[in-house]
């Protein structure tokens, strides 16, 4: 057997967050001030996901960081009275531009209608931008008070968010493994990302400020925008509160993962009897190594560290993976 990677063996690991709320919609920083804070704590790339405005922000582009161009879009469930807001619905998608040099800098990108309960028509619009250039992502299933029967017939998704950090302030419920789990057993194909959205309406220095706890770790060949829309279109990324994962690759049939220190290593799969190693109480492990048998389903590596954060990889689908391993061997 040859060797599949689940996070390529070559290129250079890029901290991004994916979510981010500016004065240009409901957020209390500039871009420019976003900028500053994030790349003092090592990150190399925000996407300016404001308010159904698109932005593109390329005066901030320089050899330390890249911003992509990007909003969020809105289509909330409708009421009449002023006070139903915490008990309606939503739909939040984030659509991250891959071509942004093919348009005029104030060019007006379609935002969708507010037609909450017409799911052809939430996925028409997703395939409409889809045809523009766009990554869709569907935002904080649990904040937006969505369950399965909500989110199963989405079509057309390049992602959706595992971690939130927002929501994970505004309630203790920013981490939805089971939403994700659940969008794979549908069959969607889709990767998982964790963000921040943050809005910044709180100090840097303050417990409840919603910058800087989750971010996706792209593995990009240089820091070039084509580079790293490239490399987040194909999945070469991971999700995480924290932990790192430094290498995940399969090889004569075992799947080996090496980590920062970490509690817990798993491997979810498409049914049951996940694979595990736990390190001893009061200990960690930086390595894992598994077998497989090419009937997972579906496999995506989930860490947790001693202060209880976590991270993981995005699902691999067993049978492109075993085709895979055929073909370089």
Request: charged letters at 25%.
């Amino acid at each position: 057997m040859g060797t599949f990677y689940l996070l390529p063996k070559e290129g250079t690991f890029y901290k991004a967050n994916l979510h981010c709320h500016t004065v240009v919609s409901d957020g209390d920083l500039t871009p420019e001030q976003v900028k500053e804070a994030y790349m003092g704590q090592g990150y190399s790339i925000v996407a300016f996901t404001d308010h159904n405005k698109y932005c593109k922000h390329e005066e901030l582009n320089d050899e330390g960081f890249l911003s992509i161009a990007a909003y969020e879009a809105n289509i909330d469930q409708f009421s009449p009275h002023e006070d139903a807001w915490p008990n309606l619905k939503v739909y939040h998608f984030n659509f991250y531009d891959k071509y942004p040099e093919r348009r005029e800098k104030e060019e007006k990108i379609p935002m969708p209608l507010r037609r909450y309960n017409d799911i052809e028509y939430i996925n028409g619009y997703i395939d409409l931008m889809k045809t523009e250039g766009f990554l869709a992502c569907y935002n904080h299933p649990y904040w937006s008070l969505q369950n399965y029967e909500d989110y199963k017939d989405l079509r057309g998704l390049w992602g959706m968010e595992i971690y939130n950090h927002g929501c994970e302030h505004d309630g203790l419920y920013g981490f939805n493994p089971q939403s994700y789990d659940e969008m794979l057993r549908t069959g969607q194909r889709i990767f998982t990302v964790a963000t921040d959205d943050n809005h910044n309406r709180e100090p840097f220095d303050s417990p409840l400020c919603d910058s800087f706890g989750g971010f996706v770790m792209v593995k990009a060949g240089s820091l070039d925008y084509s580079a790293v829309m490239e490399a987040l279109e194909k999945g070469d990324f991971y999700f995480s509160m924290g932990p790192e994962i430094k290498e995940a690759y399969i090889r004569d049939n075992k799947l080996v993962v090496k980590t920062s220190p970490v509690e817990k290593i798993f491997v979810i799969q498409e049914g049951r009897d996940c694979y595990k190693k736990l390190a001893p109480i009061g200990e960690c492990i930086t390595e894992a190594e598994f077998e497989i048998t090419g009937r997972e389903g579906y496999i995506r590596v989930e860490i947790r560290d001693g202060k209880g954060l976590y991270a993981g990889t995005n699902a691999f689908w067993m049978d492109k993976v075993m085709s895979a391993l055929a073909e370089s061997e």
